[in-house]
């Protein structure tokens, strides 16, 4: 069964740090190419950021320079670290692992206070 689960949302003021992690089961993760994304409330929901299965990355305009996404294939697990962060940042972020099919996880609420 394959299981997604996030975690490390939360509140933070403006200006502030967060650290995501998804952790991973089920799947031969070293495969997969891994994403989050995020969906404000009344918004569709969006590509933050990529890591592909060799390490390649790529980020919304939006979070380049201030969003860093990671992998730790030996913990089949991903990372976003967060700096930065500003109230338009606030949405469930959510995470997405790929090989040919996308699995979800159930997402994290971040909430950034202005």
């Known amino acids: 069964q394959v299981q997604l689960v996030e975690s490390g949302g939360g509140l933070v003021q403006a200006g502030g740090s967060l650290r995501l992690s998804c952790a991973a089961s089920?799947?031969?993760?070293?495969?997969?190419?891994l994403a989050w994304y995020r969906q404000a409330p009344g918004g569709q929901r969006e590509l933050v950021a990529r890591i592909t299965s060799s390490g390649s990355t790529n980020y919304a305009d939006s979070v380049k320079g201030r969003f860093t996404i990671s992998r730790d294939n030996a913990k089949n697990t991903v990372y976003l670290q967060m700096n930065s962060l500003k109230s338009d940042d606030t949405a469930v972020y959510y995470c997405?692992?790929?090989?040919?099919?996308?699995?979800w996880g159930q997402g994290t609420q971040v909430t950034v206070s202005s």
């Open positions: 997405n692992a790929k090989l040919f099919i996308d699995r």
């Open positions: 089920g799947i031969t993760f070293s495969r997969y190419d």
